[in-house]
């Protein structure tokens, strides 16, 4: 069998090899196993609200609205904090041992949660949740991008919403057909089973190079690959990463202010954190967490389980879509249509209510079917494209460093629509509020056209010179 090799100069990535891409696939969806989990975390406020608040609590009394507000909070809040803490576990100690630490971190937040006896313990134990979330979110996409090989490597890392999503799915499913008590059985065993599986999986190539461990990042390229030991696909590899690891070795000790004098990570890091902040404030999260205050606004009258249930469901044919199209298309084009989408649907969801406070009916089916399409939009681009486009712009030598306070701030912003969304709906009236979605999304679609090279099947180097040249 001939294998077709494409070298990065400093040896990152090797592309085109004649083997299989099912190991990738598998590693892949496993690790997403944090994000799943998280999912679940993520989930758990909609259906678990109205359990907390009703007469019939598990808690020793019904928790407030202020108690569940930051249950639902909090958890940005500690995850915000602690994300440069992973960047560096995972730069000292490999990625798989910060996934571990993750999903034990995990199983320490629901099995407080499974204790928890008042609001507060509650609150707590969401805040751990929190610490968990910042490691998913720092480690997955990294570490998918340093085993995917470049035809696979959008594809891969699109797994991270549709896990999620798929995780969000479950608990309203549960939520809403099972008991409180029964519900937590089911979720606590999760991330001890998932920590365990995952002492099964390799460590991340571009690691193991960097250890020096030439043996260990044989067999794990050979198993990534397809590939036996001693074919050459596996031998080139092998020498392009040890090599890429020498290169970074020999270029001086970096610090955050050398990165951010470079130019072009300065122009990097200024994209990813556009796109974070159009990600964050872009509407979506708070249309999803305030479903149901919405769909009063908007007068539409639906049962509760089917709009608790619809929104996973649009959010997982998005990252589906995400999945299939973001290699074929490549990453500019989607976030650029899925940016302007969820933009010309809040002008839309705007114009509506405004209206209707002026005594003009609309058909009762529209705002939804808006909601459904802004929604859907959000998680086929605008929610994983940040993540694809931070973990394969930056080059080793950096991106575990500069990923983490990155993602600090992306979880700091999704705080703030959070806890912002509500009051100034109130004070400016919840239409302007939609027109100020629509114009951040419209930002991010216009700073798309103009900032973001296509990334699709590019090595770092190639990335990097794109942002050279922009």
């Known amino acids: 069998m001939s294998t077709n090799i494409k070298m990065q100069e400093k040896g990152e990535t090797i592309t085109a090899l004649k ?16 994000m799943f989990i998280y999912g679940v975390g993520a989930g758990w406020g909609s259906p678990m609200g109205k359990v907390l608040q009703g007469p019939d609590t598990p808690m020793d009394k019904p928790i407030t609205a202020e108690e569940l507000s930051w249950c639902v909070s909090i958890v940005a809040l500690t995850a915000g904090f602690i994300s440069p803490f992973y960047s560096m576990l995972a730069d000292k100690y490999g990625r798989r041992t910060a996934l571990i630490l993750v999903s034990f971190v995990q199983l320490v937040a629901w099995t407080m949660t499974f204790f928890s006896t008042t609001g ?20 997955t996409p990294m570490y998918i991008r340093e085993i995917s090989e470049d035809h696979i490597r959008g594809s891969l890392g699109s797994l991270v919403s ?9 608990m309203f499913v549960m939520g809403t057909y099972l008991n409180y008590n029964l519900t937590l059985w089911i979720i606590v065993p999760l991330p001890l089973l998932l920590m365990l599986a995952l002492f099964k999986a390799p460590e991340s190539p571009s690691f193991l190079a960097k250890q020096g461990k030439t043996k260990e990042l044989t067999s794990t390229v050979a198993y990534l690959r397809g590939l036996s030991k001693d074919s050459a696909g596996t031998q080139a590899e092998v020498k392009a990463l ?10 001086p000790d970096i610090t955050l202010y050398s990165i951010v004098k470079n130019r072009v990570y300065r122009k990097i890091i200024a994209l990813v954190v556009t796109m974070l902040t159009v990600q964050a404030l872009s509407g979506n999260f708070a249309v999803i967490s305030y479903a149901a205050i919405i769909m009063a606004e908007f007068k539409v009258t639906i049962n509760p389980d089917l709009q608790t249930m ?71 681009g605008v929610a994983p494209l940040p993540y694809v486009v931070m973990a394969e712009s930056l080059n080793f030598q950096i991106r ?8 600090c701030y992306g979880w700091l912003m999704s705080f703030v629509q959070l806890k912002t969304f509500a009051p100034v709906s109130m004070m400016l009236g919840m239409h302007s509020t939609f027109f100020l979605f629509a114009v951040i999304n419209i930002v991010g679609a ?4 103009l900032f973001l090279p296509e990334t699709k099947g590019k090595t770092t180097e190639q990335i990097e010179e794109s942002f050279r040249n922009k």
Not at 19 to 34: D, K, P
Not at 162 to 170: D, V
Request: charged share 5%.
């Open 120 to 139: 507060w313990h509650l609150i707590v134990s969401r805040a751990v949740c929190g610490i968990a979330n910042a490691g998913a979110y720092v480690i």
């Open 242 to 251: 040890m090599n890429g690891a020498e290169y970074f070795k020999s270029l």
């Open 446 to 449: 216009i700073v798309s056209v």
């Open 400 to 407: 575990s460093r500069v990923m983490g306070y990155m993602l």
């Open 19 to 34: 083997g299989s891409t099912c190991s990738q696939w598998l590693t892949a969806i496993l690790v997403n196993g944090v």
């Open 162 to 170: 549709l896990l999620q999503n798929i995780g969000i799915l479950s």
């Open 310 to 380: 619809s929104f996973p469901v649009v959010m997982i044919a998005g990252a589906m879509v995400s999945m299939t199209f973001v290699e074929r298309f490549g990453r500019r084009p989607l976030m650029v249509t899925t940016a302007t989408t969820s933009s010309l649907c809040f002008v839309t969801l705007g114009t509506i209510m405004m209206l209707q406070q002026n005594g003009y009916s609309v058909p009762g089916w529209l705002p939804g079917v808006v909601i459904i399409v802004s929604v859907f939009s959000y998680s086929s």
